[in-house]
């Protein structure tokens, strides 16, 4: 039984909610199952004695006074101990730190954890805005595997859309596309990695086949070569 902790950086908006998504350990039976939990935050604490959670998943949210940092624990339960899924803080202006899906290595990992618990975990949480950022690694993964191309991100972007969209009617989607990515040439010059640019359109194709708002990091920042430029400047 550990203690999870999250302290909030310098000078920023302090916490106000703390949330749990768990489930448990063992999921052989729809049993309710009673659980302890423990928030302390600051000087205070909440102790929550014996309430039950189900099998698949459970989403906890507490009200706490302003906190720069909130500590998790189950002590006092005796069997049973849940998986936390995720950890929700909110401050005045929203989720300031939530991570619901796990972070993996691209975006076609979003499809590797189990349907049943994302379906239980994300119609808990019902949120409002999902954010997917990807790019950087597909841009690698494409360069390196031929079989990464632009087709399977296409199918790939697809597969993982259609997964959130059909668990989650109310929510709005924002993909963020990558920012520039560069690599030698044959002669040694730095150039806009090709790959990256495939990715972007990738995003773009997607997007706007599924009705979803995209970010083009790449002309935010300024377009071809201007990340070099960036870099010199400081």
Same mark, same amino acid.
Request: glycine residues 6%; aromatic residues 10%; contains cysteine.
């Given at each position: ?19 749990? =998504? ?6 052989? +039976?729809?049993?309710?199952?009673? &659980? ?9 604490? =909440? ?6 959670? *189900?099998?698949?998943? #459970? ?19 005796? #069997? *049973? @101990?849940?998986? &936390? ?19 993996? @290595? ?30 950087? *690694? ?13 087709? $399977?991100?296409?199918?790939? +972007?697809?597969?993982? @859309?259609?997964? $959130?969209?059909?668990?989650? &009617? ?24 090709? #790959?990256? @640019? ?32 960036? +870099?010199?400047?400081?």
């Amino acid at each position: 039984n550990s203690t999870s902790t999250q302290i909030l950086g310098k000078d920023q908006n302090l916490w106000l909610k703390a949330g749990l =998504i768990l489930h448990s350990q063992k999921s052989d +039976t729809n049993q309710s199952k009673p &659980i302890n939990i423990n928030i302390n935050y600051g000087n205070g604490k =909440i102790n929550s004695k014996e309430i039950l959670y *189900n099998d698949k998943c #459970e989403l906890f949210e507490y009200s706490i006074p302003p906190s720069d940092k909130v500590s998790f624990n189950f002590e006092g339960t005796t #069997e *049973n @101990l849940p998986f &936390i899924d995720a950890i929700t803080l909110e401050t005045s202006y929203g989720v300031s730190y939530s991570p619901v899906s796990v972070m993996r @290595l691209e975006l076609n990992d979003q499809l590797i954890s189990d349907e049943e618990k994302f379906e239980c975990g994300i119609k808990k949480f019902k949120p409002d805005l999902i954010v997917l950022q990807y790019g950087v *690694n597909e841009s690698q993964n494409m360069w390196l595997s031929p079989q990464r191309n632009q087709e $399977f991100y296409i199918n790939s +972007t697809r597969k993982v @859309l259609n997964r $959130f969209k059909d668990k989650t &009617i109310d929510s709005s989607i924002l993909i963020i596309g990558p920012v520039e990515r560069v690599r030698p040439d044959s002669n040694g010059k730095l150039i806009t990695m090709p #790959e990256m @640019l495939k990715i972007r359109e990738v995003f773009k194709k997607v997007s706007k086949e599924y009705n979803v708002s995209f970010y083009d990091s790449f002309l935010a920042m300024g377009g071809e070569g201007k990340s070099g430029e960036l +870099t010199r400047m400081g």
